[in-house]
C-alpha cells in the first residue's frame, strides 16, 4: 500500500520506537495520528509532524473501544504500544500480567477486529503490527513478554491468510535490541560485548517496507541474530543451552522490572 496520502494512526507514537517510525512515516507522505498516554510527550511531536492526536489508554476496553471513533477513517495501522514484561512470574503482580497481555496482544487484536470490516468495504488497507525476534525465540526472564510476542506472530500470520486476496495487508515487524531510544534503553541492561543492535530508524524503514511491499514478516535484526532466532525457533532446548552458557538469565534477571 502507498504510504504517501495515506492517514496512518500510530499507537506508542510516545515511545522511543514510536517516535522514530512517525517522523518516518512523515517523510513517506503519510498524514498521522499518533496516540499514546503521555500528552505532554506526544503533543510536541504532533506540533512537529502536523499530526492529529488522541490520548488513550490501551490497557482500557473503554478507551480502546473509543479510540477509533475519535481517530476517523485510516488507511493504515501500525500497532506498535507495548509493555515490557521481563522478571520472575512468581513475583509479577496479577495487575502487571493483565496490562502486558491488554496492551501487548488485546489492544492490537482488537483494533484489528474493528479495522477489517471497514478495509474490507474498500478492498484496501494495511495492518502492520510491530513484534519482535522474541516473538520467534524464547528468552530467560521473559516469559510474559515472550507470551505477547509470540501471541502477535502467530495472530498476523494467521490474520494475513484470512485476509489473502481481501486488499488487506498484514505484517508483522520484528526488531532486535534497539539502541538509543525505548525499552531496551530504559531497561539498562547491558548487552555481552560485541552483540550488535539496530537504531530506531532501521525499524522504521522496516515498518515502510513492509507496509509498502506489504511483506507478511520483516525482522529488523544483524544477521547473526536473525540467523541465531531462527535456528532457536527450530531448536528450543539447543537454544535454551546456548543461552544458559551465556548467562542471559542474569542479564535480564539483574534488570528485571526497571521498566515498571
Ligand atoms: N526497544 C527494543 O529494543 C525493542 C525490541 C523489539 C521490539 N520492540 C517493540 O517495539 C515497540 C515499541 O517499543 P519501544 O522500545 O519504543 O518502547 P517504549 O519507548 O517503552 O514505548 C512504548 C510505547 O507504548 C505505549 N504504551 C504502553 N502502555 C500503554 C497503554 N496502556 N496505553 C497506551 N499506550 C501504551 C507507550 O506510551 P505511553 O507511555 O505514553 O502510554 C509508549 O509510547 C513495542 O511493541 C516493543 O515491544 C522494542
Redesign the pocket.
Known amino acids: 500500500m502507498k504510504l504517501n496520502g495515506a492517514t496512518v494512526l500510530v ?8 517516535h522514530a517510525i512517525a517522523r518516518r512515516l512523515k517523510a513517506e507522505g503519510a498524514s498521522l495520528i499518533l496516540t ?3 500528552a505532554e ?1 506526544l503533543e510536541p511531536l504532533a506540533e512537529e509532524l502536523d499530526a492529529r492526536t488522541v490520548v ?4 482500557s476496553p473503554e478507551a480502546l473501544a473509543a479510540l477509533l471513533d475519535q481517530t476517523g477513517e485510516i488507511d493504515v495501522l501500525i500497532a ?5 514484561g521481563t522478571g520472575n512470574l512468581v513475583e509479577m503482580s496479577v495487575e502487571r500480567i493483565d ?1 502486558n497481555l491488554a ?1 501487548n496482544l488485546r489492544a492490537p487484536i482488537m483494533l484489528a477486529r474493528a479495522l477489517i470490516p471497514r478495509f474490507l468495504e474498500r478492498g484496501a488497507g494495511h495492518l502492520a503490527f ?1 513484534g ?3 516473538g520467534i525465540v524464547a528468552s530467560p526472564g521473559s516469559s510474559l513478554y515472550n507470551a505477547t ?1 509470540f501471541g502477535l506472530r502467530g495472530f498476523t500470520d494467521a490474520l494475513r491468510q484470512d485476509l489473502h486476496g481481501t486488499g488487506i495487508g498484514v505484517s508483522n515487524i520484528e ?4 539502541r538509543d ?6 531497561s539498562g541492561m547491558v548487552l555481552p560485548r560485541g552483540t550488535r543492535t539496530v537504531s530506531p530508524e532501521q525499524v522504521a524503514a522496516g515498518v515502510v517496507r513492509a507496509v509498502t511491499k506489504n511483506r507478511g514478516e520483516v525482522v529488523v535484526a544483524p544477521a547473526e541474530l536473525r540467523l541465531g532466532a531462527r535456528l532457536g525457533s527450530l531448536a528450543p532446548s539447543l537454544n535454551a543451552a546456548i543461552q544458559r552458557r551465556a548467562g542471559a538469565a542474569d542479564i535480564v534477571g539483574s534488570h528485571a522490572g526497571n ?1 515498571d
Open positions: 499507537t506508542g507514537a510516545t515511545g522511543g520506537i514510536g499514546g498516554r503521555r510527550v488513550a489508554d490501551l490497557g506498535n504500544a507495548a509493555l515490557p496490562a496492551v510491530i519482535s525476534v522474541s510476542k526488531p532486535g535490541f534497539v531510544a525505548g525499552m531496551f534503553v530504559n521498566n
